[in-house]
């Protein structure tokens, strides 16, 4: 499909039910518990991004202004917030994003943000919007999938979804990745630019005029979470290792390592523990 008709349908995007029925719960307090809430909204990347597509809008505080999840908060009364979860789609099924495990995706989405706001700090980088990045930076795929989920089984079959290479291959295929898209939905819910040009060059943070470090920061984030995802071993991971953004960025692959945040024990479902959003409040 062509990248402008992809971008013309709905971004329909499904949340996780566990995260909805939490918020919906804390919401219905006459004093919902902030810190709660920040960590809700921060664990789901479809909640997340619409949130701050409407704290972004012209009835708030403008386009392009609010990176995190916080700021959003701190501009929306309780009400807006009920209505924004309740409106919620809900990732209840298999076949809600066909080819798509979505328990996976969300668990690796958060992984990647907690991920890329550890990096950022190590390289003195916007964590705010280093975590929404990496919370966001997958979304493309999901709307890829859902476009013309024949055509991406037979991809799949070939280079799984979290494959660390799935980006290249996308690009080869279509002409474009799932981060291309990514940027385009952050640039139709008018996050700022500092979002929008880190997952416009995800893939590739050298290919814009000049280097952009949270672009590398969340290479290297995903890359961390993907060779997890993909069982990657020791040596793997040292041939896989993106040295070139590391070089950029003064990280080699031990010093990135030794950032690592992730409990990597497995868990059923990715519900939010305490210091996954402790910056957040």
Same mark, same amino acid.
């Given at each position: 499909?062509?990248?402008?008709?992809?971008?013309?349908?709905?971004?329909?995007?499904?949340?996780?039910?566990?995260?909805?029925?939490?918020?919906?719960?804390?919401?219905?307090?006459?004093?919902?518990?902030?810190?709660?809430?920040?960590?809700?909204?921060?664990?789901? @990347?479809?909640?997340?991004?619409?949130?701050?597509?409407?704290?972004?809008?012209?009835?708030?505080?403008? @386009?392009?202004?609010?990176?995190?999840?916080? $700021?959003?908060?701190?501009?929306?009364?309780?009400?807006?917030?009920?209505?924004? #979860?309740?409106?919620?789609?809900?990732? =209840?099924?298999?076949?809600?994003?066909?080819?798509?495990?979505?328990?996976?995706?969300?668990?690796?989405?958060?992984?990647?943000?907690?991920?890329?706001?550890?990096?950022?700090?190590? #390289?003195?980088?916007?964590?705010?919007?280093?975590?929404?990045?990496?919370?966001?930076?997958?979304?493309?795929?999901?709307?890829?999938?859902?476009?013309?989920?024949?055509?991406?089984?037979?991809?799949?079959?070939?280079?799984?979804?979290?494959?660390?290479?799935?980006?290249?291959?996308?690009?080869?295929?279509?002409?474009?990745?799932?981060?291309? #898209?990514?940027?385009?939905?952050?640039?139709?819910?008018?996050?700022?630019?500092? #979002?929008?040009?880190?997952?416009?060059?995800?893939?590739? @943070?050298?290919?814009?005029?000049?280097?952009?470090?949270?672009?590398?920061?969340?290479?290297?984030?995903?890359?961390?979470?993907?060779?997890?995802?993909?069982?990657?071993?020791?040596?793997?991971?040292?041939?896989?290792? @993106?040295?070139?953004?590391?070089?950029?960025?003064?990280?080699?692959?031990?010093?990135?390592?030794?950032?690592?945040?992730?409990?990597?024990?497995?868990? =059923?479902?990715?519900?939010? $523990?305490?210091?996954?959003?402790?910056?957040?409040?």
């Amino acid at each position: 499909m062509d990248l402008n008709a992809l971008l013309a349908m709905p971004a329909v995007l499904p949340s996780l039910p566990r995260a909805v029925a939490l918020l919906m719960n804390e919401l219905a307090h006459d004093e919902p518990n902030l810190r709660r809430v920040n960590q809700l909204f921060a664990s789901d @990347p479809a909640l997340a991004a619409r949130l701050l597509e409407l704290a972004n809008s012209d009835g708030f505080q403008g @386009p392009r202004q609010i990176a995190g999840v916080p $700021e959003a908060l701190a501009l929306l009364n309780t009400s807006h917030l009920r209505d924004l #979860v309740s409106s919620a789609t809900l990732g =209840t099924t298999s076949r809600s994003v066909p080819g798509i495990n979505l328990q996976q995706f969300w668990r690796y989405s958060l992984h990647t943000a907690k991920f890329a706001r550890s990096l950022a700090g190590s #390289v003195h980088q916007n964590q705010i919007a280093a975590y929404t990045a990496g919370l966001l930076h997958g979304l493309g795929e999901l709307l890829i999938h859902l476009a013309d989920p024949e055509r991406i089984q037979s991809l799949n079959t070939l280079v799984p979804p979290l494959d660390i290479r799935r980006g290249k291959v996308e690009s080869r295929i279509f002409g474009y990745c799932y981060g291309r #898209v990514s940027a385009a939905l952050a640039r139709r819910w008018q996050l700022p630019a500092v #979002v929008v040009d880190a997952l416009s060059y995800q893939h590739a @943070p050298f290919d814009n005029r000049a280097y952009e470090p949270l672009a590398g920061v969340i290479h290297l984030a995903a890359w961390r979470v993907r060779a997890h995802e993909s069982g990657l071993d020791e040596r793997e991971m040292v041939v896989t290792f @993106p040295d070139q953004v590391g070089l950029a960025l003064g990280l080699d692959i031990d010093m990135v390592l030794r950032q690592d945040p992730i409990d990597w024990t497995p868990k =059923t479902d990715p519900e939010p $523990e305490p210091e996954a959003a402790d910056y957040l409040v």
